[in-house]
């Protein structure tokens, strides 16, 4: 099958001024396009040309490493699209008691992402997951992905890379955390991936 890019779920200014308009229309339509175009291409008339996103990658992973950067970092911007909202939700009953238990407060829980990301060296992206029924933050490098990692359950991620956050903040990735993690979190897709107890898929 042919991937396409995840379409952003609110308007392209939803997320300004943390996210602006301008760096959507680079990240999203140039970069995820890029990728998308560059798995769709390695995959045409291969064997995983009927594959799933998350089977590709999963197949790719120490075998072809041009294969799952391009199919890794697809999925993961497509569940960095569905992290953000322009108005911050809730989460669940069940979503808030975990993150009081693991981390004290939603607040607390956005300290520390914050601090993850702004340590986290060089690209890559900082995940709030799910995993043995407790809450942990994660860190993954470059192009890598939980999306095919056994036991784990993400349900959050922030982009980490310099092109989400480099035309609003320049080098100051501390300050786009801040931005995105202060009401741009959505927190009802954490709560449905937590309640759906299962990795989300792309489509």
């Given amino acids: 099958m042919a991937f396409e890019v995840t379409p952003l779920p609110y308007d392209d200014t939803a997320l300004a001024p943390a996210v602006s308009a301008e760096t959507l229309s680079y990240h999203h339509g140039k970069h995820h396009q890029a990728y998308i175009d560059k798995t769709n291409k390695a995959i045409e008339g291969t064997d995983h040309a009927d594959k799933s996103l ?48 693991a981390f004290g407060s939603v607040d607390d829980l956005k300290e520390k992402l914050q601090e993850r990301g702004a340590g986290h060296f060089a690209s890559g992206w900082v995940w709030l997951a799910e995993k043995g029924g407790e809450l942990t933050i994660e860190e993954t490098h470059d192009g890598d992905t939980l999306a095919d990692k056994d036991g784990v359950n993400p349900l959050l991620v922030i982009d980490l890379w310099e092109h989400a956050y480099y035309l609003d903040h320049q080098n100051a990735r501390p300050a786009y955390l801040k931005a995105v993690t202060s009401d741009k979190l959505n927190w009802a897709f954490a709560s449905d991936n937590l309640a759906r107890g299962s990795t989300w898929k792309y489509s």
């Fill in 54 to 101: 998350e089977e590709i990658i999963a197949a790719a992973r120490g075998s072809d490493q041009g294969l799952f950067n391009n199919s890794a970092q697809s999925w993961n911007h497509g569940f960095y699209w569905n992290s953000m909202a322009g108005n911050e939700t809730a989460p669940s009953d069940e979503l808030k008691s975990m993150i009081e238990s």
